[in-house]
């Protein structure tokens, strides 16, 4: 489904950075606290400095449009065999190599700016016209356009429709609370057990989705996925270090382990079902919700 083009682009104003001197400004919606002169641009590629101010110029730029069901966000437990009126966006704050979205989270420079724009009443107009009982953000990075995702969820709150965020968690924890308390129901990324691998090869932080999960267990209907990534995430102690920290919040927090498949840069052989089995039964010991998936060649 093509997002239509509903107005001209227009630049917004980001909510969460600080002005520094010489016209300088600091970001502090995630981890990566971009500190930027006029004309930059940030690590995730859609928040520059305009004249001494964050501005957004791809607020409202769509990069996709689907009717899913929502167990393929994956969400389980919330509103189970229901569909959800789904949108993306562009560009992503971390740079995993196996990126299964990588088409829109690191799209060719400029594409992002000739898409469709599509402002946040359009968007919940279009879930309600769908007949969905439910408006997600989510394929590529949904939290590095807070601002948008924040008016669309307010609007979609109002038209009683529930709303539902797939994220990688790298959000920072005051940005994190206002979206959250709008947000219905979430599923969120642990990419690894490894701080040292989230941060020289997926560009993450570990700790920040730490504390993203923990905050949005209090606000939120919470699911965790994990994607089994040879050389990332293929050893069963980190499997029991990821149970752990998911059970000291709540052994009920379903918790969706999934097959990896060659993508993007990365060209490792995908584990064998076998294979992740062995991996996965940690899981199985400390928390009560465990899903396994099956690798697509075994299916």
């Given at each position: 489904?093509?997002?239509?083009?509903?107005?001209?682009?227009?630049?917004?104003?980001?909510?969460?950075?600080?002005?520094?001197?010489?016209?300088r400004v600091q970001c502090v919606l995630?981890?990566?606290?971009?500190?930027?002169?006029?004309?930059?641009?940030?690590?995730?590629?859609?928040?520059?400095?305009k004249a001494g101010t964050l501005s957004i110029p791809l607020y409202g730029h769509i990069s996709s449009l689907a009717i899913d069901p929502v167990e393929k966000k994956p969400l389980l437990y919330f509103m189970h065999g229901?569909?959800?009126?789904?949108?993306?966006?562009?560009?992503?704050n971390m740079k995993c190599p196996f990126c299964q979205n990588w088409s829109i989270s690191h799209p060719n420079p400029g594409i992002a700016k000739r898409?469709?724009?599509?402002?946040?009443?359009?968007l919940v107009q279009k879930a309600l016209d769908s007949g969905c009982p439910s408006v997600s953000l989510t394929y590529s990075e949904p939290t590095i356009?807070?601002?948008?995702?924040?008016?669309?969820?307010?609007?979609?709150?109002?038209?009683?429709?529930?709303?539902?965020?797939?994220t990688n968690g790298s959000i920072c924890a005051e940005p994190a609370q206002s979206l959250l308390k709008l947000t219905d129901a979430v599923n969120v990324d642990i990419k690894t057990a490894s701080e040292e691998r989230y941060r020289s090869i997926l560009g993450g932080d570990l700790q920040t989705v730490k504390n993203f999960i923990q905050i949005a267990y209090q606000y939120s209907h919470l699911e965790?996925?994990?994607?089994?990534?040879?050389?990332?995430?293929?050893?069963?102690?980190?499997?029991?270090?990821?149970?752990?920290?998911?059970?000291?919040?709540?052994p009920q927090i379903p918790f969706h382990i999934t097959p990896y498949h060659p993508d993007f840069n990365y060209t490792q052989a995908p584990l064998t079902y076998r294979q992740m089995q062995e991996i996965a039964k940690p899981a199985y010991e400390l928390l009560e919700c465990v899903h396994l998936y099956r690798p697509w060649q075994d299916r």
């Amino acid at each position: 489904m093509k997002p239509d083009l509903t107005e001209e682009p227009r630049q917004a104003q980001a909510a969460f950075f600080q002005v520094l001197d010489d016209s300088r400004v600091q970001c502090v919606l995630c981890h990566h606290a971009c500190v930027l002169k006029p004309g930059q641009w940030g690590i995730c590629k859609v928040r520059t400095n305009k004249a001494g101010t964050l501005s957004i110029p791809l607020y409202g730029h769509i990069s996709s449009l689907a009717i899913d069901p929502v167990e393929k966000k994956p969400l389980l437990y919330f509103m189970h065999g229901s569909y959800t009126f789904s949108a993306g966006f562009w560009h992503c704050n971390m740079k995993c190599p196996f990126c299964q979205n990588w088409s829109i989270s690191h799209p060719n420079p400029g594409i992002a700016k000739r898409t469709a724009v599509l402002p946040p009443e359009a968007l919940v107009q279009k879930a309600l016209d769908s007949g969905c009982p439910s408006v997600s953000l989510t394929y590529s990075e949904p939290t590095i356009h807070i601002e948008y995702a924040l008016e669309t969820f307010k609007i979609a709150k109002a038209a009683n429709l529930a709303t539902i965020l797939v994220t990688n968690g790298s959000i920072c924890a005051e940005p994190a609370q206002s979206l959250l308390k709008l947000t219905d129901a979430v599923n969120v990324d642990i990419k690894t057990a490894s701080e040292e691998r989230y941060r020289s090869i997926l560009g993450g932080d570990l700790q920040t989705v730490k504390n993203f999960i923990q905050i949005a267990y209090q606000y939120s209907h919470l699911e965790v996925t994990s994607l089994l990534v040879p050389g990332i995430l293929d050893q069963p102690d980190e499997i029991r270090i990821i149970a752990e920290f998911l059970a000291s919040i709540s052994p009920q927090i379903p918790f969706h382990i999934t097959p990896y498949h060659p993508d993007f840069n990365y060209t490792q052989a995908p584990l064998t079902y076998r294979q992740m089995q062995e991996i996965a039964k940690p899981a199985y010991e400390l928390l009560e919700c465990v899903h396994l998936y099956r690798p697509w060649q075994d299916r």
